[in-house]
């Protein structure tokens, strides 16, 4: 069995090459099946208006014009692959509580899911501007991969995991398993010309206390598990 990996972040970005090297590390078989260009918050969209190319780059490479969405049905219908996990990610910014529902990172996954494909969305927290250490999110991700594919999930069910992003020399985060947040994300705008533009302030956002946003922002390793 392969895993495959997928992200929305583009098959070029480096998130999703600090996966594929974290799977490895595991000695596990993998297939990357990814969209061709950033595809970030497009949530749950399929293509069936219009032909998606593929783009085979190697023998374990399959760049997509469509979405996460897609690349999971394609990966799991289309190319003969016998799958024994989907895994998204890293995603480049955080996917936690409300984000779930316009993540394409964790769209990918759901979909594996509504196969009974177990899986495992990844994201990064991204603090302001401050670079991610991809280096260290793939040290991360072997821990977590290690501690999740032991578990058996049940049909209807995936992983959602999201990397605290921490200062140079902080201690190792602990995985917590926890509850997704349920409050909303910031609805704030300017006006401008008549038009809207977007203000609100991810790292303000409003929290349950010990679900997955106040444990990732608290620099520790937030893992739900999401029904469908």
């Known amino acids: 069995m392969v895993f495959v990996v997928t992200n929305d972040d583009g098959i070029d970005a480096p998130g999703i090459k600090a996966l594929v090297e974290a799977v490895k590390a595991?000695?596990?078989?993998?297939?990357?099946?990814?969209?061709?260009?950033?595809?970030?918050?497009?949530?749950?969209?399929?293509?069936?208006?219009?032909?998606?190319?593929i783009e085979q780059r190697s023998n374990w490479e399959y760049a997509i014009a469509g979405t996460p969405a897609d690349c999971t049905r394609i990966a799991l219908s289309y190319l003969g692959l016998e799958v024994g996990y989907v895994l998204s990610g890293v995603n480049s910014g955080g996917n936690l509580g409300a984000d779930v529902h316009v993540s394409g990172t964790v769209a990918a996954v759901r979909e594996?899911?509504?196969?009974?494909?177990?899986?495992?969305?990844?994201?990064?927290?991204?603090?302001?501007?401050?670079?991610?250490?991809?280096?260290?999110?793939?040290?991360?991700?072997?821990?977590?991969?290690?501690?999740?594919?032991?578990?058996?999930?049940?049909?209807?069910?995936?992983?959602?995991?999201?990397l605290p992003h921490l200062s140079p020399g902080s201690?190792?985060?602990?995985?917590?398993?926890c509850s997704p947040c349920?409050?909303?994300?910031?609805?704030?705008?300017?006006?401008?010309?008549?038009?809207?533009?977007?203000?609100?302030?991810?790292?303000?956002?409003?929290?349950?206390?010990?679900?997955?946003?106040?444990v990732c922002f608290s620099g520790h390793i937030a893992v739900t598990l999401l029904h469908i």
Not at 32 to 42: E, F, I
């Open 171 to 177: 201690c190792e985060p602990a995985i917590q398993f």
């Open 26 to 53: 595991l000695r596990q078989d993998v297939v990357v099946v990814a969209p061709q260009t950033h595809l970030s918050g497009c949530s749950h969209q399929v293509t069936t208006d219009r032909p998606i190319q």
């Open 182 to 214: 349920t409050q909303p994300l910031p609805a704030a705008y300017r006006v401008e010309n008549d038009l809207l533009y977007y203000t609100g302030e991810y790292a303000n956002r409003l929290r349950d206390p010990g679900a997955d946003v106040e």
């Open 112 to 162: 594996a899911s509504l196969h009974r494909i177990p899986g495992v969305a990844i994201s990064h927290y991204r603090q302001g501007k401050r670079e991610i250490d991809w280096e260290l999110a793939t040290a991360h991700t072997i821990r977590v991969l290690a501690t999740l594919l032991a578990q058996s999930t049940a049909p209807g069910t995936f992983w959602n995991v999201n």
